[in-house]
């Protein structure tokens, strides 16, 4: 019932740092949560550095309105195509699926008469 719970401790890699927090397990005391080539995992503490390092976590507000200067939201980018060419892609693709089905039809069609003469 609490594998997915987790207590908030202090930062492994740095406890005196009040802004840096780590999540350990519940149900498996001294597991915590860390991240291993941006995946998260949980794993029993090993005591390096590295490990201390991949289960700390900065907690930072959110920035809903964009005033939080610690972390700023990506700048929206831009549409690679605007609506107005995506409709003409999406023309020219049944278009020339439609130009590829008739050649395909007609070809059976002579292929056919051929055969019947």
């Known amino acids: 019932m609490n ?9 492994l890699i740095k406890p005196s740092d009040p802004t840096l927090v780590s999540f350990e397990s519940i149900n ?3 597991h915590f949560i860390r991240h291993k080539n ?8 090993d005591g390096s ?8 976590f ?7 309105d964009g005033k ?3 972390s700023k939201l990506p ?22 699926t439609i130009a590829i ?3 395909i039809v007609m070809t059976r069609i002579r292929e056919t008469r051929k055969k019947s003469s």
């Open 38 to 45: 941006f995946i998260l995992y949980i794993d029993p503490s």
């Open 75 to 96: 700048k929206k980018k831009k549409p690679m195509m605007d609506p107005k060419q995506t409709a003409n892609l999406i023309m020219l693709i049944v278009l020339g």
């Open 3 to 11: 594998d997915a719970t987790f207590r908030k401790v202090p930062g």
């Open 58 to 64: 900065k907690i930072v507000p959110p920035n809903w």
């Open 68 to 70: 939080n200067p610690v």
């Open 49 to 56: 550095d590295l490990f201390k390092q991949d289960a700390t």
């Open 101 to 103: 089905v008739l050649s």
């Open 28 to 30: 498996y005391p001294n």
